[in-house]
């Protein structure tokens, strides 16, 4: 079973990465209007709740004392006013610190998303889609929610910190300071606690992702289980993971259960030391009131407030930092594939709309030959996949690459379309090395057909008008009717506006291809690249697919990585790789003239194809 753990589950509690958060901190540049209401409305709060036992303070000792009708008047005036301010003040720093919290999110997802658009194919080769996913959702919104509520405690809790001590070594320093003893333990206590539940709380969310990756392998492979008559061992496995993640809820739970009534219970103390010696003080009449007694009393109270405010934030930072970093290392990814800066100055020195002939980087539009010299690639150091590769392909010509699953096919395919670059040798574009071009340009000129199409949720018409944004039916009917494939779509309940289902499962994988392969077709791209186009279709389909791509592929250089070897009899030339090398190269006929290994697969497959179907 896999054991799926997300990088963020380090279980030693760190310290915080300022110079991350600073760089987090960066994305709220564009709002400074919300930040500096937040952050203004934290300090005022924090001082009108300083107030608020002064005035208390005032009126009960006008009451208990000379009963000044205008003097508890004024002073009760002054208590509404400061209670209408305290809430007209949390009402705007939440509605500040939502709409930061909103606008940085959005903006992260959309730098995000803009990077994963611009990052080469390597980078998902090596990432899984759950974990990019989760970090244009999950790890923004743990930032996001985390960052304006860190900045107003900050302001907040400090200026209340700040006022409550002045405040009480303003009315009497003594007192101020017995009260005060209770910081350093609550301090300590606070900071003992959460550590230990920040570091129960990664363990649950790690055991929290092992037990859902159990429980969605075991529902995938639920017929395999049955099969092998497992179903006891996988139980006993989601068993041992249920545990775990029992055991770690418990202890949080006890946790912050036992945190709680320690940190109130360090607030009582503060509170008993302002009641008894302040009451000594009331009581030998030295000069302090009742009204500053019950005043200390209701700071004692609030002390402990920003303290444990802040300790928290302080938890929750250290807690989104993995999230923190892994988003702004997206954003800040470099893409390895990408124009240079000379590349990038002539695309800049182009006009918007190029004179005819011209490509947007400044070049010859028109591709004629390219030519691949020494080409070798290795995606992981010291694992060559491809090993001095050399040949040349003209407009008009279809190359087909053969050879076994692992033999290169695909890699000089993706090396073609830029996708990858050589680790070694170059790949020439009418002479001129193709990193010499612009890569949206380069990339924009192919049209690509896969084993198995992926087609978007929506209609056909969304499907195959993706290949051309903008295209009206007339020529989504037109690129359809060119890859035969009209007739079944019109077939089709809604015709062009029939819902494909996700992935295009509501079509056969023929009717996916031909779909597919329309959308590859209304791009009207120079080249075409067919990786194993036919391979997982009916012979009847393949057929018809077959005579559609011979008739589009005319006027183009097209590569066809093949399956099934009686589909390329047509292609002007055939590459048979081996381990990354080119071992035999030529035409249909001049390969199974030269009586070599392509002659012998070819034959092999004839008479296995000859085979099923005489059986079937």
Partial sequence: MTDATEPE??????????????RIAGHLRPYPRY??????????????????????AGIIDEATGPGRFERIMTLGASYAVLLACFALLVWRFITAAGLIATSVAYDLRESSFARLQSLPFGYFDVRSTGWLVARVTSDVTKVTGLLPWFLLDLGW??????????????????????????????????????????????????????????????????????????????????????????????????????????????????????????????????GLTLGLLIAFMQYAMLFSQPIQELAQ??????????????????????????????????????????????????GRALVGTIRFEGVGHAYVEGERVLDDVNFEISRGTTLALVGATGSGKTTIAGLLARWYEPSEGRILVDGVDYRERGLDWWQSQFGVVQQVPHLFSGTIRDNVGYGRLGADDRAINAALERVRALEFVEALEGGLDFEVGEGGGNLSQGQRQLVSLARAFLADPQLFIMDEATSSVDAETEATIQNAVEEILRDRIAVVIAHRLSTIRRADLILLLDRGRIVERGSHDELMTAGGRYRDLYLAQFVDEAERRIIG
């Fill in 313 to 362: 934030r302080f938890v929750d930072l250290q807690s989104a930092q993995a999230a923190a970093e892994r988003v702004q290392e997206l954003i800040e990814e470099t893409p390895a594939i990408r124009d240079s800066p000379d590349v990038a100055a002539r695309i800049a020195a182009t006009p918007e709309d190029p004179p005819p002939g011209i490509a947007p980087d400044g």
């Fill in 35 to 56: 930040v500096l209401t937040m952050v203004g409305c934290g300090l005022m709060l924090a001082v009108v709740e300083v107030i608020l036992p002064l005035i208390t």
């Fill in 157 to 286: 809790g400090t200026t209340m910190l700040v006022g409550i001590f002045t405040a009480m070594m303003l009315v009497d320093p003594q007192l101020g300071f017995a009260v005060s003893v209770i910081v350093p333990p609550m301090v300590i206590a606070t900071w003992w606690f959460k550590r230990r539940m920040l570091e129960s709380s990664r363990r649950i969310r790690a055991t929290n992702s092992r037990l859902t990756a159990s429980y969605n392998e075991t529902i995938a492979g639920v017929r395999t289980t049955r099969m092998l008559a497992r179903e006891h061992t996988a139980s006993a496995e989601f068993r041992s993971i249920s545990e775990d993640m029992r055991s770690w809820t418990v202890r949080n739970a006890l946790q912050s259960a036992v945190y709680l009534p320690v940190v109130m219970s360090l607030g009582s103390i503060g509170v008993g030391i302002a009641l008894w010696a302040g009451g000594v003080q009331v009581r030998e009449e030295t």
């Fill in 9 to 22: 589950d380090d279980f030693k509690p760190r310290h915080v990465d300022w110079r991350l958060w600073r």
